[in-house]
């Protein structure tokens, strides 16, 4: 049974720094591309960043470019979003999402199989 478990979440001040952790079990984690999404409340579900099953290639949202960084640690089975500069509007629930091979389209939420409950990340003003 596949398990994605995210951690990290907390309560920050803008411009501050947070790592946000995924820990895969139950699956062939280096046959697997992942992502990470958010959502604010009342927003819909929004990507952020994925990472394709070798950690050879990266993508962002716009909104969170020079400011996130998507890693992983294939022998941990963990995924990482390291998350700086901080700002209010980056406040939502965040979830990493799971798709075995490669992801063509990968910004769209429904092209992944697995995902994690969600860890809250909240940067006040």
């Known amino acids: 049974q596949v398990h994605l478990v995210e951690s990290g979440g907390g309560l920050v001040q803008a411009g501050d720094s947070l790592r946000l952790s995924c820990a895969a079990s139950g699956l062939a984690f280096s046959q697997y591309a992942v992502a990470w999404f958010r959502q604010a409340p009342g927003k819909e579900r929004e990507f952020v960043a994925d990472?394709?099953?070798?950690?050879?290639?990266?993508s962002y949202a716009d909104s969170v470019k020079g400011r996130f960084t998507i890693s992983r640690d294939n022998a941990k089975n963990t995924v990482y979003l390291q998350m700086n500069s901080l700002k209010p509007e980056d406040t939502a629930v965040y979830s990493c999402?799971?798709?075995?091979?490669?992801?063509?389209?990968?910004?769209?939420?429904?092209?992944?199989?697995?995902w994690g409950p969600g860890t809250q990340v909240t940067v006040s003003t």
């Open positions: 990472i394709t099953r070798s950690g050879g290639a990266t």
């Open positions: 999402a799971a798709q075995g091979g490669s992801v063509r389209d990968y910004s769209v939420y429904t092209k992944y199989s697995f």
